[in-house]
């Protein structure tokens, strides 16, 4: 893979640990043709490496992590999709990317709530979210 990134942008985008992702980021956030390339070479390898470990898993739920779950069509892999989403001010709060460069290029929270079978509004306390977790696991065991 790094090879393909130097080839694309040289030696700038390549760290003393690898792909440097500042200088890519750099790169990609304010050009959409290069920020499609690089999805195009990434998505299919974090698809790979997914299913790979999810065949190992031996539990009766496995949950993942996908920020970019519906953008990249990924939701058609999983049984159950749970949305956590916040206001956008609190999201901005959270971030250290512009909310305009984010947001630009994300669904809109109202059609993911819409797709996913659980939706919770991450605006309260660390035990409030933990509730809502094991609720949802609760009903994902039963």
Do not use: C
Request: proline share 4%; glycine share 6%; charged share 30%.
């Amino acid at each position: 893979m790094q090879a393909a990134l130097r080839e694309r942008w040289g030696e700038r985008v390549i760290g003393a640990d690898g792909a440097d992702r500042a200088a890519i980021a750099e790169i990609v956030f304010d050009q959409p043709d290069e920020l499609a390339w690089l999805e195009a070479l990434l998505h299919p390898k974090v698809v790979q490496e997914y299913l790979a470990w999810r065949e190992q898993q031996t539990a009766a739920v496995a949950v993942t992590e996908v920020p970019l779950l519906f953008e990249a069509g990924g939701d058609e892999r999983f049984d159950v999709v749970v949305v956590v989403t916040a206001a956008p001010e609190l999201r901005a709060e959270r971030s250290h990317v512009r909310a305009d460069e984010r947001e630009r290029r994300l669904i809109p929270d109202g059609e993911k709530v819409q797709r996913a079978d659980f939706v919770y509004v991450n605006d309260g306390t660390l035990e409030e979210l933990d509730a809502f977790v094991g609720d949802v696991m609760a009903q994902l065991t039963r």
